[in-house]
């Protein structure tokens, strides 16, 4: 199983680069998210950490 990270906010990656197998640096949109699910063939989501942005995409997903 791999692991897929998504960062809006490319400085906050400079300690925390290693965490996943593949890091996206796209904005926290539904539409961008889904593209990002669909194109790795994904089994499901995880949200973790963040702020209210992500906390709102959590509950659409």
Request: proline share 7%; aromatic share 10%.
């Given at each position: 199983?791999?692991?897929?990270?998504?960062?809006?906010?490319?400085?906050?990656?400079?300690?925390?680069?290693?965490?996943?197998?593949?890091?996206?640096?796209?904005?926290?949109?539904?539409?961008?998210?889904?593209?990002?699910?669909?194109?790795?063939?994904?089994?499901g989501?995880?949200?973790?950490?963040?702020?209210?942005?992500?906390?709102?995409?959590?509950?659409?997903?």
């Amino acid at each position: 199983m791999a692991s897929q990270g998504i960062e809006a906010q490319p400085p906050t990656v400079s300690t925390d680069y290693d965490t996943s197998d593949k890091l996206y640096f796209e904005p926290l949109t539904l539409e961008d998210v889904m593209g990002i699910y669909e194109r790795e063939n994904c089994y499901g989501v995880i949200v973790q950490f963040g702020g209210q942005t992500p906390l709102n995409l959590a509950m659409r997903l």
